[in-house]
């Protein structure tokens, strides 16, 4: 937890420590080893808000060794695969940082930071304006409901708004359901993308 609230930390205990400090105390190490497994799948669930969210993703790691240059340049050639962006790289001594470009719609930084012998790799997306296009059609179809109701079928005020009410809400649901998957698929793939990061360094 300390490594996910203070990114500039280094990870206290590894899972070998923690199980050799479990041991020492009379502790079953698998017992370790399961709840590191449990608050992982758990960090993994992303709670969906009203709207379909979180518009946000946040992950970090730690490796083993400081990262060199040469692995740098392999790690950029693969997150401007991902995000299909060439973005803005800087060097801050022993700070490497990839940021996506200010003109597209959602930002991204991958940052990676090297601190006596080990490397900390995080990553932050942020993407409010993601669920725009899942949403336009419910403003359209409550529009078109209403006419249709009121027109065509000539349906009096009470069976005219249910039917809109009834259309908007279904395009509603419809529109959050996409999104929801979309946002998975989008949070799998960056996972995905911090274990081949991983992988590099």
Known sequence: NSSVDEPNSQVGLSIDELSQLASEVGIDPKQITRAASEIEINSLRNEHNFWGGPFSYKNQIMVEGELTVGQWEEMLFLIRHYFKSKGKVTTRGSTFEWASSWDTSNSAQVTARRNSGKTNISMNWHGPLTALPFYIPVPIVGIASLLLASGFLELSSIPGIALTLLATGLTFFAGRWKLKKHLNT????????????????
């Open 186 to 201: 989008l949070f799998k793939k960056f996972r995905h993308m911090l274990t081949e990061l991983e992988i590099i360094a």
